[in-house]
């Protein structure tokens, strides 16, 4: 029978959505949205890699704040005080901006101080590193207190396997998990990319999930359990 792989985890519900699996490298990142609406000032940034947990957390502080979402991409034609009358935004992976952009944002900025509203940044770069051209903006920018995010370490992409395997009710040996982990980007996205791929070849194949069928998945040769 195949054995159930658990790890000693934290775990957080987010309002209907996945369980946020709580690691060291997102531990801060949970912390301080956590803390909310004690924040150590009224805009913060969470960066990091695709995938390392920005925008799930960012959903859940929107469910607790009722917080509306931006693109960076629409910020140059945004009503930036309506926005901040609603009291809470989003933008969501801030890249680099057009002129029009960094004006707009500039303008966010100053009036989300000014009215006490509150932003949240995500971004997969540090502000400081992003290539923005106003210079008031920049200073601005690198100002805002900032927690970094980490890719999931071995224990965290083991454990979001497990869940993702778990979700879709299917039960699958410790080799498997190992073997998946090791080989995987270590992104949220890559593991459920592979759990959904195994489940479908299990599926069209009438086969179990074994080392073997997640080495024909990830085009490797295969490793047999230990």
């Known amino acids: 029978m195949a054995q159930q792989l658990v790890f000693e985890l ?19 990142a949970v912390a301080l949205i956590d803390a909310w609406p004690d924040w150590p000032d009224r805009i913060v940034a969470l960066s990091g890699p695709s995938g390392s947990g920005k925008t799930h957390l960012a959903e859940v502080w929107r469910m ?9 991409g629409a910020l140059p034609d945004a009503d930036i005080p309506a926005l901040v009358q609603g009291r809470a935004i989003i933008l969501e992976d801030l890249v680099s901006l057009t002129a029009e952009g ?5 303008h966010l900025v100053n009036l989300v101080r000014a009215e006490e509203a509150y932003l949240l940044i995500t971004s997969r770069e540090a502000l400081a590193h992003l290539p923005l051209k106003l210079p008031d903006l920049t200073s601005r920018l690198k100002a805002v207190p900032q927690v970094e995010l980490g890719a999931p370490d071995d224990a965290l992409l083991a454990s979001i396997l497990v869940k993702l395997f778990d979700d879709r009710q299917l039960r ?6 190992s073997y998946l982990a090791s080989r995987i980007e ?19 194949g009438k086969r179990p999930i074994t080392v073997p069928l997640a080495a024909e998945i990830l085009g490797r040769q295969g490793e047999m359990p230990l």
């Open 64 to 72: 607790a704040s009722g917080a509306v979402s931006l693109t960076p």
């Open 172 to 177: 699958v040996t410790p080799a498997v998990i």
């Open 10 to 28: 934290g775990h957080r519900p987010a309002s209907g959505r996945e369980d946020f699996l709580v690691a060291p490298s997102n531990q801060a």
């Open 102 to 106: 960094e004006r707009a944002l500039f």
């Open 186 to 204: 270590r992104s949220v996205e890559a593991a459920r990319d592979a759990v959904a791929e195994l489940d479908n070849a299990s599926l069209s």
